[in-house]
């Protein structure tokens, strides 16, 4: 069975290196990639009532944005990597969201990078490395 | 019209002598007064009683509304809470839909434009007035209400507008036009322009000055006495940024914020009854003895059932319309899913929140009884009951909170002024709904409401207690005249939709999504 790398993707410069490293191991065995961009969102969160009304519009804004400025720049830059690429792109908590699009693909191994937060501001802010290490469904390779 | 062009003159005027606090006590007495005489008429007909008894046929209607709506729907509230509380879980919700409003916020939204100063200082008011017996009353109103809101929410849903853009504009003006066309009864563009004036009316009201006020009242309670204007032209300058200026990082916190009170609210509460566990016992037996014989309330039974029914009314909105506009935002392909949603506002706003403040004033005893009789006290006017600091409305609140724990009132402060502006801001959007649908949607006209709105607000921190309640009560109960007719003709269309749910639901056709997607 080929390999299939899931990579999480935010458009920084760690997550370009992740997409780099799965890519590389890819290619090597023969593997394809799965590119997934999650937007965050929780349906616990409060918005106000204006906030309801244009919530559809911003999200259709959204996923337009997400395709159109992050997904797309980065796969034009591959050019022709000769591995077989996918994207996804998802709202939710992006840890979680992370795990459950890997599972939903048959992804063999998560692949993602890190920003390298102090550890106060992981601790504040929390961490999509040290959460996805917890919750991951599949072996985690976390790119420094 | 004219009565609220002299007043925003009035207003005006106010705002330019706001510096001058000698002045300005003056300028609180004349906007009353002017305030007094010019809605007077209005609120003498909203609450006129039943020929011969003091009943306002007002209340009846509601209460009968309620009624005939858990009848009519088989006692939905009590069938459907389960399945209700299973769509805000989210368990019905398809992951793909992740980013769009879900049935929580659209229920945390709705209920932070309900939860508000009707929790706190009306039901100290209805307590006030009509006793212990009136929290009996006032619960037994929020659990027949839940039917009320179950319908007026599918329908919102229902008949939304839906703009090209993907916004989204709904309520009972749009339901109550559309559904009367399709259902071939007349009237129906009547009854929508009717209940959007009276919707302009209660979110100047009930909405927004009954809030200023209170929160007024609330701060002079905490720092001492100052003129109403200065509180008000600062609530209008925030409410002016958020609403006018756009500035979503004040809504932000406040959004976030806002829950988080009314969970500690109910924590506190919890806190000063456990303190008091002995009397509760007590509480829930004055509860039920004066719901029934009214332990000498001015009016008997019939003053408290007056009082507690109003309360309810007032604060949860069942039967109102309003919370069907906030609603109608959810992008559903079942409209019935935001009904059963919307019948646990009901349940939390009243039968869980108002009944704590009521057990808080009660159990603390800041209600005096006359040791001979048992019966409550009256005072010196003998229309309320007399009161250990002889406090009434938020004051009264305050003063249980802080007998328990003295630093509770800075809790309750908070409180207060965090509610009285969330409600401010749901109800400018219900507002200006109102006035789109009347005046359509262009810009200039959204800019002219939201304008006198903030200026309503200056207003309602100057006016007096008595004028500011009696208007916002009769502002928002005009609107469920209009609404609960508008529901009592298209019920049906709300009992086709359950039935065709209720069968795909028993079929399978509709199933939970399994979570996490495996």
């Known amino acids: ?110 692949v993602i990078g890190r920003n390298g937060h102090s550890s106060i501001g992981s601790r504040v802010f929390g961490s999509v490395a040290g959460s996805l290490v917890q919750t991951s469904p599949v072996p985690c390779t976390i790119v420094p | 019209m004219t009565s609220i062009y002299t007043r925003a ?31 007077g008429w209005f609120v003498g007909f909203i609450f006129s009683p039943f020929p011969g008894t003091s009943f306002p046929w007002i209340v009846a209607w509601l209460v009968v509304a309620a009624t005939v709506f858990t009848l009519y729907f088989a006692f939905i509230q009590l069938k459907g809470f389960g399945h209700a509380i299973s769509l805000v879980k989210g368990d019905y919700s398809d992951p793909n839909d992740a980013g769009e409003v879900s049935h929580f916020q659209a229920l945390a939204t709705a209920l932070s434009g309900t939860v508000g100063l009707g929790n ?69 563009k009547i009854l929508a322009v009717l209940f959007s004036i009276f919707c302009i009316l209660g979110a100047f009201g009930g909405g927004n000055m009954f809030q200023a006020n209170q929160a007024h009242a609330q701060i002079t309670n905490v720092v001492g006495d100052f003129p109403g204007v200065i509180t008000g032209v600062v609530f209008a300058a925030v409410v002016f940024a958020v609403i006018v200026g756009g500035l979503k990082s004040i809504a932000k916190v406040t959004e976030k914020v806002v829950p988080f009170m009314g969970v500690l ?24 003895e004066g719901a029934f014989t009214g332990l000498g309330v001015a009016g008997g039974m019939v003053g408290a059932l007056i009082q507690g029914f109003k309360r309810a009314a007032f604060s949860n909105e069942a039967g109102v319309g309003s919370a069907a506009i906030a609603h109608s935002a959810v992008r559903t392909k079942e409209p019935i899913t935001e009904g059963y949603v919307s019948l646990l506002e009901p349940f939390i706003d009243t039968v869980v929140i108002c009944t704590m403040t009521a057990l808080v004033i009660i159990i603390t005893g800041q209600l005096l009884i006359d040791p001979a009789t048992g019966n409550y006290m009256l005072n010196e006017a003998g229309s309320a009951i007399a009161t250990v600091d002889g406090n009434g409305g938020v004051a009264l609140t305050s003063a ?20 009285a502006f969330s409600t401010m801001i749901s109800w400018s959007y219900y507002g200006l709904k109102a006035w789109t649908f009347l005046f359509g949607e262009s810009n200039g006209s959204q800019l002219f409401f939201k304008v006198l709105f903030c200026i309503f607000v200056v207003i309602g921190a100057s006016a007096s207690l008595g004028p500011v309640i009696d208007f916002s009560d009769a502002a928002i109960f005009a609107m469920a005249v209009v609404n609960v007719i508008g529901l009592y003709f298209l019920m049906p269309i709300v009992k086709r939709e359950l039935e065709g749910y209720l069968g795909r639901l028993k079929s399978g056709e509709i199933k939970k999504f399994s979570t996490p997607a495996e």
């Open chain 2, 120 to 188: 706190i200082a009306g039901v100290a008011v209805a307590v006030g007035i009509g006793g212990p017996g009136a929290t009996f009353w006032m619960i037994l109103a929020g659990l027949m209400g839940m039917a009320s809101k179950f319908t007026e929410c599918t329908l919102g849903v229902k008949y939304r507008n839906e703009y090209p853009d993907g916004t989204v504009s709904g309520g009972p003006m749009y339901y109550i036009t559309k559904g009367f066309a399709e259902r071939g009864i007349p009237g129906g």
């Open chain 1, 1 to 110: 069975m080929s390999e299939k790398f899931a990579v999480g993707f935010d458009g920084s410069d760690a997550a370009k290196r992740a997409l780099e490293f799965a890519i590389g191991r890819a290619k090597a065995q023969g593997g394809s990639v799965v590119l997934i961009h999650v937007l965050e969102w929780s349906p616990y969160s409060f918005l106000t009532p204006n906030e309801l009304e244009e919530r559809h519009k911003r999200r259709t804004e959204e996923l337009e944005r997400a395709e159109t400025a992050v997904m797309k720049p980065v796969l034009d830059g591959l050019g022709d990597s000769g591995v077989a690429i996918q994207t996804v792109i998802k709202y939710g908590h992006i840890a979680d969201t992370l795990g459950d699009v890997a599972a939903a693909n048959n992804a063999t191994q998560i």
């Open chain 2, 9 to 39: 003159a009035a207003a005006a005027t106010a705002l330019s002598l706001a510096a001058m606090p000698a002045a300005a006590q003056g300028i609180d007495q004349k906007i009353n007064e002017v305030f007094a005489n010019s809605t």
């Open chain 2, 265 to 288: 609210y109910v924590v506190t509460a919890v806190v000063i009854l456990l303190i008091n566990f002995d009397k509760i016992g007590w509480a829930f037996g004055q509860i039920f």
């Open chain 2, 400 to 419: 249980a909170f802080s007998s328990a724990v003295p630093f509770f009132k800075y809790i309750l402060a908070l409180a207060v002024i965090l509610f």
